[in-house]
DNA sequence: AATATACTGTGTCAAATTTACACCATTAAA
DNA sequence: TTTAATGGTGTAAATTTGACACAGTATATT
């Protein structure tokens, strides 16, 4: 923005692809909406930003408005500003996503009335959505497919301890392949930042595999000279 | 957005960073402000959406009119929406990058009054700039520099024709380190998508260096399974 | 005509990385 | 004790990357 400012020109908002992992599979999360347009709906977590927080802030509070949900690393990944994208007038919306372990997680539920319920639901097998959010959705993942190679993604949808075997089928859910288990876990552990638990998993009825942990600490050293990945 | 319209709640704008390469160096487009606030420093051509354009058109529609450039293919890469961003209020800019060959093309010049004039300027010197545009310039920078591997930009920056020479220097400038000539070479043409053609540079006063072109058709037959890389 | 200047264009080998591939070990349940 | 299910492991070939140097050619200069 460049002169004087005019009145204001739009209306602006944050819609969220949430992304968690659980039982094998890649889901989002969804909210039934409770409001025209597309009352009764299914669409992503979105509402409008107000106007004194930055696009951040309001991304995280329109979440837990919407679903209950705090404190996830959102990160934004495209702007939305077609004409027509909303029935009722001008809005552009900025898209945010985020990744969550859905386990551990308290149930998701909506804080305010604008969303009926809200609920986990796998990417393989999306209903139409409202709006223009297929779309979206589609974009936002096909980011987090790129980004699973060079950022730490993948252990943010994962337990805090998790097994090799669990995060390749993290990966093979999200680039939708197959990978082999020995270069896989070959590869994973030549990087270094994967901590060797001296315990392992439970409550399997075959024999319990390793835990591993996610060190920050040493992947931030190891990639500290990579470019810059945010924004 | 998903509930009843509210009356409008910012301002929304568009900023460019225009790369350009000439005598090796990489630059971005710059114009010189005419208006408040922040009137005579330089910035990054932007301007405020109107209602009825998309925000893709908008930025094409602005790019022009500050500086009289036209059909460039422009790409959305961050949005910024820090509160206190603008001194005037609340705006939140969706920020666009583009190449182009600055040889061959007129001079670039400002169509409205908005900006006083417009010029290339090297990205390895850039002056203080308004408004928050010193980030967002920086962040175009890593955003080009890491598509620079996986995109064809390069060949939007150069001549249609173009050495390999010329090739590997942009990649210099862009990654800012040596490339091994050799190496570079056999890399590039593995590829597939250089057309070599019967044609050799002309003016220089020493052995003049075959000419090639890049063959979309080639690169999108090469890489059509690739993951879709727009947005 | 000879020489200087400046850049073009090329190949090999070692090292590192990626890929393909299969079976025994362990645990719990039946 | 047997079955079912997954855990955990190594090697060799193929491919890719990285390091490295010099003769060839067009022009300008003398």
Redo the contacts between chains.
């Keep these: 923005?460049?002169?004087?400012?005019?009145?204001?020109?739009?209306?602006?908002?944050i819609?969220c692809v949430i992304f968690g992992f659980e039982a094998g599979e890649l889901k989002i999360l969804l909210i039934e909406?409770n409001?025209?347009p597309f009352k009764d709906w299914l669409?992503l977590p979105?509402?409008?930003?107000?106007?004194?927080?930055?696009?951040?802030d309001?991304a995280e509070r329109i979440l837990y408005e919407l679903t209950g949900l705090r404190d996830l690393h959102m990160q934004?990944?495209?702007?939305f500003?077609?004409?027509d994208r909303?029935p009722?007038?001008?809005?552009?919306?900025?898209a945010y996503y985020a990744l969550i372990r859905i386990n551990g997680q308290k149930e998701v539920k909506p804080i305010t009335q604008?969303a009926k319920n809200a609920f986990w639901h796998p990417v393989n097998d999306l209903p139409k959505l409202?709006?223009d959010h297929t779309e979206i959705f589609e974009?936002g993942f096909?980011?987090i497919?790129?980004r699973l190679n060079y950022q730490p993604i993948a252990f943010e949808l994962l337990p805090e301890k998790f097994t090799l075997t669990q995060l390749q089928s993290l990966y093979e859910a999200v680039l939708n392949k197959k990978l082999d288990k020995r270069n896989f876990r070959k590869k994973m552990l030549s990087y270094g930042f994967l901590k060797e638990l001296d315990e392992k998993q439970k409550g399997v009825s075959y024999r319990a595999a390793k835990l591993y942990k996610f060190d920050r600490r040493k992947y931030t050293k190891i990639f500290q000279n990579d470019?810059?990945?945010d924004?």
């Design positions: 923005m460049e002169v004087k400012l005019p009145t204001f020109n739009s209306v602006f908002s819609d909406r409001e025209e669409a979105g509402y409008i930003v107000e106007q004194d927080e930055s696009i951040d309001a934004q990944f495209h702007t500003g077609e004409v909303h009722q007038g001008r809005v552009i919306t900025v604008y409202a709006f974009t096909n980011k497919r790129r470019l810059n990945l924004k």
